[in-house]
């Protein structure tokens, strides 16, 4: 990827940001390699069937939560060993279970994160407790990520406004970087009216965040109000709070889903003598308090919906509300332009069972303490990509030490190693850079995927002059980078 003058000189200004690196940052990977397939599950006590789910009135008190947009959960075989702060998910799972029957993996996932009273993410957050992203680990992450966004935004013509929106931001972190980085390059973006539009559900990471990005100077909105919080970054920039994409309003904007789509509820399936079984969560016959996986004992509506005629694995893990986010940024770019850029765990469609769960930074039996540790399941890429198909194109999935290389990381670490002033500094800097950039921890583990508009990768034939079309500016980060 030869970048032009232009793109050349903001990738140069934006690696030096002044030399600056903010120390120190927490060590260590979010998670380990997922562990083996488990074996094979027992059917379930019934099949499941969809019209006594929905009609009682203990699955209807469950759908208030069900819609929330997480990064992060927890799941739960549960018992004498589960904590005080899972007992009521456990409870409740119980109580459901015995009423209902078996529910799907998506379900218990749904329970497990966003249960209002109890649920993981609902009430612990997870980011630094079970789990260190990307972004904690180094400011180069956020940085490069930044230079991404204005790159684009420069290559499609220098909107006069853009819009920043992330999915589940954490603790803010990754957006203070990205802000740093625009407000290095304030110069560029003078004219540009710039926002930035963070979708949180968790009230505690949205007064974390707040407090990262603002020093806590928010005002909340009253309820008619979409964005239920607001306030200006300490670089003068209006941040917005939103519980759904949907409330996020349209416009020209640059979406970001970062370890995002990998904690979203999936439904997984098993090839068996008798043709495509879900699995599902039961209570252990042998173990009353106790949960266990089942196979369900015929079809399922998801397993009619999700499998694919062509499909070639035994098992499958399908994530549907992934697949209607996608859909939703595709039909904002088509509309709107902009750009979406996802990074996460994943592959493009040909792993198996990556159902997994963290707890104090190890793995964690996903079926133990629901409501105490971090659940996640690796996103497939292929599937993002048949749900944008049509709409926008794709770029990737990559993986993060070929994006990140491809972005100037190589050339951001030169700069702030020749201004560290002592080994310490020079040793995390060091460390964090193998950590996002070494292939047997961080460097393989994650990809980048893109969503552009179609005519960001293919410009139209001049109706005039048919052979006179000049070249398209590179995308940064998907294709090598060469400064000469």
């Known amino acids: 990827m030869v970048l032009p003058p232009a793109c050349r000189a903001l990738l140069a200004t934006a690696l030096g940001l002044a030399g600056r690196h903010r120390l120190p940052r927490h060590h260590g990977n979010r998670r380990p390699a997922p562990p083996p397939a488990p074996p094979r599950v027992p059917a379930g006590r019934a099949a499941l069937s969809p019209a006594p789910l929905l009609s009682s009135p203990l699955f209807s008190s469950l759908l208030a939560p069900l819609a929330a947009r997480l990064c992060s959960g927890a799941g739960g075989e549960v018992g004498a060993a589960g904590s005080s702060e899972a007992s009521g ?32 993410y609902t009430r612990r957050g997870g980011v630094g407790e079970d789990f260190i992203t990307s972004p904690e680990i180094s400011q180069i992450f956020g940085e490069l990520i930044g230079i991404w ?17 992330e999915l589940g931001p954490g603790t803010g972190t990754l957006t203070g970087d990205i802000l740093r980085v625009f407000n290095q390059l304030a110069s560029l973006l ?17 007064t974390i965040q707040a407090q990262m990005l603002t020093g806590g100077k928010v005002q909340s909105n009253p309820e008619n109000i979409s964005a239920y919080m607001k306030g200006i970054s300490k670089t003068g920039i209006p941040i917005y709070w939103y519980r759904d994409i949907q409330d996020v309003p349209q416009g020209y904007s640059f979406y970001l889903a970062h ?54 694995r035994d098992h499958v893990e399908v994530c549907p509300e992934a697949g209607v986010l996608i859909q939703r940024l595709a039909c904002r770019i088509e509309k709107d332009g902009g750009a979406a850029l996802i990074a996460d765990y994943g592959h493009d469609g040909t792993k198996t069972d990556t159902f997994r769960g963290f707890r104090n930074h190890k793995l964690h039996d996903v079926l133990k303490a629901p409501g105490t540790a971090d659940l996640t399941a690796d ?6 990509r048949k749900m944008a198909e049509g709409r926008t194109a794709t770029l990737g999935p990559v993986k993060q030490r070929e994006f990140l290389k491809n972005m100037g990381i190589d050339l951001r670490l030169q700069v702030l190693l020749q201004n560290s002033r002592d080994s310490a500094t020079h040793e995390q800097l060091l460390h964090s850079f193998d950590m996002l950039m070494n292939p047997k921890k961080m460097g393989d583990c994650f990809h980048f995927f893109a969503l552009l508009p179609h005519h ?29």
């Open 259 to 312: 370890e995002f789509l990998d904690a979203l509820p999936i439904h997984k399936f098993q090839r068996t003598e008798k043709g495509w079984r879900e699995v599902l969560v039961d209570i252990d016959p042998e173990v009353p308090d106790q949960l266990r996986f089942v196979l369900s004992p015929s079809r399922t509506p998801a397993t009619e919906n999700f499998i694919q005629p062509e499909e070639t």
């Open 190 to 206: 003078s004219k540009c009216d710039v926002s930035v539009h963070l979708v949180e559900v968790s009230p505690k990471l949205s």
């Open 149 to 165: 966004y204005v790159s684009e935004w420069m290559a499609t013509g220098k909107q006069n406004a853009f819009q920043l929106v």
């Open 379 to 384: 996103v497939d890429f292929s599937y993002l």
């Open 456 to 484: 960001r990768l293919v410009r139209p034939i001049k109706k005039d002059n048919p052979q006179s079309k000049s070249p398209l500016p590179p995308v940064a980060g998907f294709g090598e980078l060469s400064l000469k």
């Open 89 to 120: 998910v456990l409870r409740h799972l119980l109580l459901k279970l015995r009423a209902t029957g078996p529910v799907t993996v998506a379900e218990y996932m749904r329970e497990a994160l966003t249960n209002p009273g109890q649920g993981y």
